[in-house]
């Protein structure tokens, strides 16, 4: 949702300000004509939580998700970025300070798999991609995953909202538990041509190291989460490769929630598939699909390798 916003559900996809399209330097290349180059993508680093931002103003509120409770954490992307009623703008900001339909969907159907046995999260290695507010990685972090780490496009996101979200959501579940078994949670930002090059559990090439840290042929993800990642073609080849570098095989898997077809933009999850299926390494099987009427058909996909 708009981080602004005084409405408390998630809001449909909008890419730009529907009062005003101009000015912000990029346009539907894929529709209009040849895409203008985007600028430079974002550093590619670890965000430690120290540095997170004590700059803007972090509220959280309750979400409640078939019975369980999550905290969704709300600041200004005014306060953030100096944009207002702006999703997206390709290559500057990738919406991760809303609350996007797709991370509940996502939530939902994890609670729905560990309950019906087809998924277990206890002791695992969780990657979170596109992260925003990190709800599917919280939840990783609250099944007992060994580690978790989340990814965003931007830096910003990370300090000012998904740091202190998962903070919020960990410390009331530590209190009321008084367990103190918590996950190893760790924040990256870069863009999906990038991520591979820091994030600690990928294999290198060679089995080397990365960071000084070791990274040995069997070390990858078990489980990866993205919620609303595949809204734009141009980057859906990219972020492909990478959940390939990223998964370990032969079990990992991927868990996917997103439209089905995101109108105006030519993204969605059926075009995502489409290019899961012509590689043919992954398998893909769809897990849910949700069509309540407040926005275009939204699906989770699982995929695994053959």
Aim: contains cysteine; aromatic residues 8%; hydrophobic residues 35%.
């Amino acid at each position: 949702m708009e981080a602004n916003s005084s409405t408390t559900g998630p809001e449909p996809f909008r890419l730009f300000d529907e009062k005003s399209q101009s000015g912000l330097g990029f346009g539907l290349g894929f529709l209009d004509g040849p895409e203008k180059p985007l600028p430079p993508p974002p550093p590619c680093i670890e965000v430690l939580p120290s540095q997170v931002s004590s700059n803007v103003e972090f509220n959280v509120e309750p979400v409640d998700l078939d019975g369980l409770t999550l905290l969704k954490g709300r600041v200004s992307t005014k306060e953030v970025f100096g944009l207002s009623n702006s999703d997206l703008i390709p290559g500057k900001y990738e919406g991760g300070l809303k609350l996007w339909e797709g991370s509940l969907d996502l939530v939902k159907t994890l609670n729905s798999e560990i309950q019906s046995r087809q998924l277990s999260l206890t002791g695992k290695r969780v990657l979170e991609l596109g992260c925003g507010h990190g709800l599917p990685g919280i939840f990783a972090c609250l099944k007992g995953a060994r580690a978790v780490h989340f990814q965003d496009f931007n830096v910003e996101v990370l300090q000012c909202l998904t740091i202190p979200n998962v903070n919020a959501n960990i410390q009331q579940k530590l209190s009321a538990t008084a367990n103190n078994n918590s996950a190893e949670v760790r924040f990256f930002a870069s863009d999906w041509n990038e991520a591979h090059l820091i994030l600690p559990h990928v294999p290198t090439d060679d089995g080397g190291t990365k960071n000084g840290e070791s990274v040995d042929q069997a070390a990858g993800y078990d489980i990866i989460l993205m919620a609303e990642t595949v809204y734009s073609v141009s980057t859906l080849p990219g972020l492909y490769k990478l959940i390939k570098k990223c998964l370990r095989s032969p079990h990992g898997i991927v868990y996917l929630a997103a439209k089905k077809h995101y109108f105006g933009v030519g993204g969605g999850s059926r075009r995502f598939i489409s290019i899961v299926e012509k590689d043919g390494v992954l398998a893909a099987s769809l897990v849910a699909e949700v069509t309540d009427g407040s926005s275009n058909v939204r699906e989770v996909w699982k995929l695994h390798f053959k």
